[in-house]
């Protein structure tokens, strides 16, 4: 079976920089649309970037457009999640899953397997 394990997260301070990876095992991830999504404690889940199986077309919510870049290396079976100019409202849990296509990118009922997200935290 499929699962999905994050990396990559930690502590930064407000203006600095972290790679997210995704990293898949027990499948590839060629056949799949890959999501991130970002929780934070007693809020909904949101959906901060999409990227295609082949990495030729990719979606992000407003709060990270021109933040945030998704990309993926399909024979390293990973997916990335650059995160520039981060700001205290990044702060939270980041997930990675594979995209279902049940509705739209952004609907966290989309998608099927999920990573057991990676903590990110934004702090002077």
């Known amino acids: 079976q499929l699962q999905l394990v994050e990396s990559g997260g930690g502590l930064v301070q407000p203006g600095g920089s972290l790679r997210l990876s995704c990293t898949a095992s027990?499948?590839?991830?060629?056949?799949?649309?890959i999501g991130w999504f970002r929780q934070v404690a007693g809020t909904e889940r949101e959906g901060v970037a999409r990227i295609s199986s082949s990495g030729g077309s990719t979606a992000y919510a407003d709060s990270v457009k021109g933040r945030f870049t998704i990309s993926r290396d399909n024979a390293k079976n990973t997916v990335y999640l650059q995160m520039n100019n981060l700001t205290p409202e990044d702060t939270a849990v980041y997930y990675c899953a594979t995209d279902a296509h049940r509705g739209a990118w952004t609907w966290p009922g989309s998608y099927e397997y999920w990573g057991q997200g990676t903590q990110v935290t934004v702090s002077s």
């Open positions: 027990g499948s590839t991830l060629d056949r799949y649309a």
